[in-house]
């Protein structure tokens, strides 16, 4: 069975543990107050830095996923009869929605075997 060690203080640990506490408190509403006092231009508009974060956030989020298409859809793959309903990306468009540009006014090229 596990004993307290003498040299342990729990009073002195709980005023220690309070104190950090207010501390952390102290620093989270220091931290929401400069989120939104703080500004920075994006696009032409001025957004607090809370707002900044979640467009960063969303932008992350789609860059991944166009990430995960734009591997997906550079490898030649064979397609079986049964599989031909599979909707496929093609790497143009899937490369120019990733660097920003859009590919849906544009007709992609046919190339042989794809």
Do not use: C
């Not at 069975?1 to 709980?14: E, K, L, N, Y």
């Not at 899937?94 to 190339?111: E, F, H, I, K, M």
């Amino acid at each position: 069975m596990p004993r307290p060690s003498p040299d342990f203080d729990v009073g002195a640990a709980r005023e220690e543990l309070k104190r950090l506490e207010l501390r952390r408190r102290k620093l989270n509403a220091a931290i929401q107050q400069a989120n939104f006092q703080h500004r920075v231009e994006h696009a032409g508009d001025s957004l607090t830095l809370s707002e900044a974060l979640d467009v960063r956030k969303g932008l992350n989020e789609a860059i991944g996923e166009l990430h995960s298409q734009l591997v997906g859809s550079a490898w030649q793959r064979v397609i079986y009869k049964e599989d031909r309903k599979e909707p496929r990306l093609r790497e143009g468009f899937v490369d120019a929605s990733l660097r920003g540009g859009t590919a849906y006014n544009r007709p992609l090229p046919r190339q042989a075997g794809v």
